[in-house]
C-alpha cells in the first residue's frame, strides 16, 4: 500500500514538474517568435529606400565632380568642400562608413565626423552629395583587414592584405542620399 502511495505521489510530482517545464517552454517560445517578428520588422524597415540627408543639413546646390576632388587632392594634403559620386560599398555592420570609387581608379572610404551618424546599409549604387574635408592619408594593414572584415570579405581576401595603402579619405558632416536614377 505505501508503495502504491508512493508511486501516485510521484507520479503527480511529475506531471506537475512536467506542466511546468511546458509552460516554461511555451513561453521561451513565445518570446523567441516576438523577437524573430521585430527583427523581421526591423529588416523591413531597412529595406526601404535609402534617400534622404544624414548627419548636418546640407545644401545639394553646386558640388564638385569626383575627378575635381582628385585634381585638388593631388595639389594639396586636404580639401574641403562639397563633391557628387556614387555610393560603391556600405559597413554591413551598421553603416559606419561608405566608399566610393573615384575616376583614377581609387577608392575613397567616406567616414562620418565623430561616428556621429550612419547611413542605411543598402545604400549602394545610390547617387550621393558630401560635405566636410578629404585628405590623403596612409591606412596601416590591421585597419584595411578591419574594413575588409566589416564589408564582409572572405577570409581569404582579408588575408590578401599585406601591405599599407596611401588612401583618399573622406570626413563628411553631412550626405544627402538621392534616389537612383
Known amino acids: 500500500m505505501f508503495y502504491k502511495l508512493a508511486g501516485s505521489s510521484f507520479d503527480i510530482l511529475i506531471q506537475s514538474t512536467m506542466k511546468k517545464l511546458l509552460a516554461i517552454l511555451l513561453g521561451l517560445s513565445l518570446m523567441a517568435c516576438q523577437s524573430q517578428e521585430k527583427s523581421v520588422e526591423e529588416e523591413a524597415i531597412t529595406e526601404d529606400l535609402p534617400i534622404g540627408m544624414f548627419g548636418d543639413e546640407i545644401s545639394a546646390a553646386n558640388p564638385l565632380t569626383l575627378a575635381s576632388l582628385v585634381t585638388a587632392l593631388e595639389e594639396s ?105
Open 77 to 181: 594634403d586636404a580639401f574641403e568642400g562639397k563633391v557628387y559620386g556614387e555610393i560603391k560599398d556600405v559597413c554591413s555592420m551598421k553603416g559606419c562608413w561608405m566608399t566610393i570609387d573615384l575616376p583614377n581608379g581609387e577608392t575613397m572610404r567616406v567616414t562620418f565626423k565623430d561616428y556621429g551618424f550612419f547611413v542605411p546599409k543598402n545604400s549602394h549604387g545610390y547617387p550621393v552629395i558630401i560635405e566636410g574635408i578629404a585628405t590623403k592619408k596612409f591606412t596601416d594593414v590591421a585597419t584595411l583587414k578591419h574594413y575588409a572584415e566589416d564589408a564582409g570579405k572572405s577570409q581569404e581576401e582579408i588575408d590578401a592584405i599585406t601591405s599599407p595603402k596611401v588612401e583618399y579619405a573622406f570626413e563628411a558632416v553631412g550626405v544627402i542620399i538621392q534616389e537612383n536614377a
